[in-house]
């Protein structure tokens, strides 16, 4: 949507093309057709809650405006592509993406996040390194996470997690339901995850390009019916 609200003539001249390659007697049907290839092919994870809501300080930043939480989640967010579920849990826009992780397997040091205390434990600290804008925060327990949404970072700053207020917990023994159970113990934290949007390019040139492509090919097309 990006593209076609900044591009708006590049975007009429795509969906022209569009028509005229594939014969369609309608702009709509043409743009129908576009805006599915726009869309391209993620498609957001069907996300369960566990029975415990994230409350405010699962996770907290020392610079930047705290604007939601949400989960916890049954699983495990970069197994699930949670970056595709962002604008639907957090009503955002454009693309996101997982830009760093902090965890064991990495001795909790990442290229712009790493954690400082508490490492494995139910709460601690850590360091955000060159990021503004917005940002998600993951924070992934045992077998749920939970999600926190900043705004208006202004660059490196300091951070906590307590996966007790973020809401992931282990399951109650010999309960049946959700793995992230209301009674089960709390659980040291697996990893924490920040994600960031990808700066959106305007792709006018391109654009032109495969307009200028399909039109070449709908000349051809017609030629080819009056010989």
């Known amino acids: 949507m990006y593209f076609i609200a900044r591009h708006r003539r590049g975007a009429q001249l795509l969906c022209i093309g569009v028509r005229e390659m594939f014969g369609f007697k309608t702009l709509a049907a043409a743009a129908f057709v576009f805006g599915t290839m726009v869309a391209g092919s993620a498609v957001a994870s069907t996300l369960v809650y566990g029975e415990v809501p994230c409350q405010t300080g699962g996770v907290t930043l020392a610079s930047g405006v705290y604007e939601d939480c949400d989960g916890a989640f049954l699983g495990n967010d970069s197994n699930l592509g949670f970056e595709d579920d962002i604008n639907s849990v957090f009503s955002t826009t454009g693309t996101w993406e997982e830009v760093d992780k902090a965890e064991d397997s990495n001795n909790w040091a990442g290229d712009v996040l790493t954690v400082t205390s508490g490492a494995g434990t139910t709460g601690g600290t850590f360091d955000l390194d060159g ?32 996966t007790n207020l973020a809401g992931v917990r282990t399951r109650e023994s010999g309960k049946d339901g959700a793995a992230c159970g209301d009674e089960g113990s709390v659980p040291g934290v697996s ?9 959106a390019v305007p792709l006018p040139a391109a654009g032109l390009m495969l307009a200028f492509g399909l039109g070449g090919l709908s000349i051809m097309r017609r030629r080819r019916r009056a010989a």
Do not use: E, M
């Not at 990893?191 to 700066?199: E, Q, S």
């Open 131 to 162: 990021l503004t804008g917005d940002v998600v925060i993951v924070v992934k327990a045992a077998t749920c996470f939970s999600a926190y949404y900043f705004t208006g970072l202004t660059g490196d700053t300091t951070g906590s997690f307590d």
């Open 191 to 199: 990893h924490l995850t920040v994600y960031a949007p990808i700066a």
